[in-house]
């Protein structure tokens, strides 16, 4: 399943697609009465809280993380974007040198101390009322100084004005995502095909790691566990690595995945079960094809259009004929599936975290996921990565899902 390797020394989007992004932004901030909007971002060492900066400018710094502040910097490794209708974004970093080959910005502002260069623009452009995207990123105390250095603005929270706006995917989104699907699909079929031959889990990690990194593409985690006893039940079997440096045996039942920001900084997040070295018992046969089941209730109800409510109502009709019962991860994870952007994103499929007029929406990525253990045979998990269109999903992820 190895494929070709795709290449852009100038980035992935053209500059008109940041353009576009922008538009429907301004756009948003018109329907919501807000003059001007500032966005924090947090992408030194970090992937989850790059979200809103990265979709905008593609800035990501090259900080290995959140350094302590001293008296040569302060809030490092975080951004900040300004967004005022009719000029082009002014982004705020730590890298002394814009990227401009990459980064698609209006003026770009080097700053040792971002809260103090973005506080400054702010009070000259004279806004009295300030949208605020970030104050689930953006730490107190570096919020407290903003605020002491502009007393006359007022901030008003909004951190859903940009998600709105990446909840549907433009056509090079979706292409983005097929090739992600392709990339993460490959590296998924070579975790478990090692796996499935007894290899230890590090050396299939490592496989995996391998077709990802010669594709281009990044990844966060790669979970594997195995087996029948009291530690089979979590979703990996070594919580630093995510993977053990043992093989499980000929018969075990096993669940793995891979996820992260994997191509272009884009989420995506399939997982399989198998049992090492195929024919599985009649037991385990009824586990992989009941918890898979569930998973596929989501891919056959979801298209555009569709209540996110009737999704989950049909995979939980499904749990309730299965018999599934209680589950480690479905605890962690109570849900059957979630949108794709930057990360797991709203809508989550579930009877209790969703309105009665969610829907999903043509141009919408998502997930299918479930989890199921049984006592004595195994923990099994699923997920499945696809695109909402008219009829349906067309599904990104096609690692297969029997291994006999």
């Not at 790669?222 to 043992?246: A, L, Q």
Request: charged share 25%; aromatic share 12%; proline share 5%.
């Amino acid at each position: 399943m190895t494929i070709q390797r795709w290449n852009y020394p100038n980035g992935y989007f053209p500059k008109d697609e940041y353009e576009a992004r922008w538009k429907k932004t301004y756009a948003a901030m018109k329907r919501k009465k807000y003059d001007i909007a500032v966005v924090f971002g947090k992408t030194g060492g970090h992937y989850e809280r790059a979200m809103e900066t990265l979709y905008l400018t593609q800035f990501f710094s090259e900080r290995s993380g959140q350094e302590p502040d001293s008296p040569l910097w302060n809030a490092h490794a975080f951004c900040a974007v300004i967004m005022e209708p009719g000029k082009a974004p002014e982004l705020h970093g730590e890298m002394p040198e814009g990227k401009r080959r990459w980064v698609h910005c209006g003026k770009y502002v080097y700053s040792d101390d971002i809260v103090a260069t973005t506080a400054k623009s702010l009070k000259a452009r004279g806004y009295r009322r300030v949208a605020f995207v970030g104050s689930d990123c953006l730490p107190v105390k570096y919020f407290q100084q903003l605020q002491a250095m502009t007393p006359k603005i007022e901030y008003v929270f909004d951190d859903d004005l940009i998600r709105e706006c990446r909840r549907i995917k433009s056509p090079r989104e979706l292409d983005m995502y097929r090739e992600s699907g392709q990339i993460v699909s490959s590296a998924l079929y070579r975790l478990c095909d090692g796996l499935y031959h007894g290899k230890t889990g590090a050396e299939a990690a490592a496989d995996a790691a391998h077709e990802l990194t010669l594709r281009g593409a990044s990844w966060l985690r790669t979970p594997i566990n195995f087996g029948n006893d009291k530690e089979s039940i979590y979703f990996e079997r070594d919580n630093i690595p995510g993977y053990p440096n043992y093989a499980p045996k000929r018969g075990d039942f096993v669940r793995t995945w891979i996820y992260g920001p994997v191509h272009q900084g884009y989420w995506i997040d399939p997982g399989r079960s198998l049992v090492c070295g195929g024919k599985p018992s009649a037991a385990q046969r009824s586990l992989l094809e009941d918890s898979y089941a569930i998973c596929q209730a989501v891919l056959d109800t979801v298209k555009d259009g569709v209540k996110v409510l009737a999704v989950a109502r049909a995979a939980n009709k499904v749990k309730k004929k299965v018999g599934a019962g209680y589950d480690h991860a479905s605890q962690q994870w109570p849900y059957n599936g979630h949108g794709n952007g930057m990360m797991w994103e709203h809508p989550m499929i579930c009877e209790g975290a969703v309105s009665e007029d969610e829907i999903f929406e043509e141009g919408m990525v998502a997930s299918a996921e479930s989890f199921m253990t049984r006592d004595g045979v195994g923990s099994a998990g699923w997920e499945q990565n696809y695109i909402v269109t008219k009829k349906g999903i067309e599904l990104i992820t096609t690692t297969p899902v029997i291994w006999d």
